[in-house]
């Protein structure tokens, strides 16, 4: 015969022992003892919900947002204009540099929430037909 392990004299929990072996009366005992948790489970779920609504709209004041999973997320802004047209205006009879050409974009209103905006400049003068490169790093529009 195998051994018993030794449990030191305590129960195991109810979700442990099943409830195969309890009476009718001690099975709607325990119905109503989990409905009255499961209330106050989903009522603690409100208090936490409705501060995390509050965090949202804080950070949404603040310039941010947040996605279903609760990440926040950079939103692409929308332009009138593309990059290429937006340069073409900056650059029409003015020879600029790179950096020149980036901060006037973005002084006449051209949004974006790129870190590395004057390399996409960069890329965008040298791979674009409309531009022409009068010197190094100084870019004119055709």
């Known amino acids: 015969m ?6 030191g004299g305590t129960k195991a929990p109810r979700a442990q022992r099943g409830l195969g072996g309890l009476s009718v009366k001690d099975l709607r005992r325990e119905l109503v003892r989990r409905e009255r ?24 004041e603040h310039g941010g947002s947040v996605r279903a ?6 939103r692409r802004p929308r332009n009138d204009t593309n990059l290429v047209d937006a340069l073409a205006k900056a650059l029409d009879g003015k020879t600029m540099s ?13 949004a974006t929430t790129s870190v590395n905006f004057r390399t996409i400049v960069n890329q965008t003068l040298i791979n674009s037909g409309k531009f022409k490169r009068v010197e ?3 870019y004119t529009a055709k």
């Open 2 to 7: 195998a051994k018993r392990a030794n449990t």
């Open 37 to 60: 948790r499961v209330g106050a489970l989903l009522r603690k779920r409100e208090r936490i919900l409705a501060k995390v609504r509050s965090l949202d709209a804080t950070i949404a």
């Open 69 to 74: 999973g609760g990440l926040a997320i950079r």
């Open 98 to 110: 790179v950096t020149e050409v980036s901060e006037a974009v973005q002084k006449a209103g051209y």
């Open 136 to 138: 190094r790093g100084q």
